[in-house]
């Protein structure tokens, strides 16, 4: 499954967080995402305007704990 769902429809953007069984919470790969889905917009000259939300009733519930826990344990992280 996508991290996200990119719509685009008369020059609006709607780029929805798509880990609805995390209550779409923010982890590295999904903000790699972003930053990537970022970087495609601010190219498409005939966006106008750009919608975030989260799929499930939930924008984000914040970072993805489990997935900084992950990151903090391997080698040489403090």
Do not use: W, Y
Not at 28 to 36: C, W
Not at 37 to 53: E, H, N, P, Y
């Amino acid at each position: 499954m996508a991290l996200l769902r990119i719509e685009k429809n008369n020059g609006i953007a709607t780029v929805s967080l798509n880990r609805p069984e995390k209550r779409n919470a923010m982890s590295f790969a999904l903000l790699r995402e972003l930053v990537n889905a970022a970087k495609q917009i601010k190219k498409d000259r005939s966006i106008r305007c750009v919608i975030l939300t989260g799929e499930a009733h939930v924008f984000s519930a914040g970072i993805d704990l489990a997935d900084l826990k992950i990151r903090l344990m391997r080698p040489g992280n403090c």
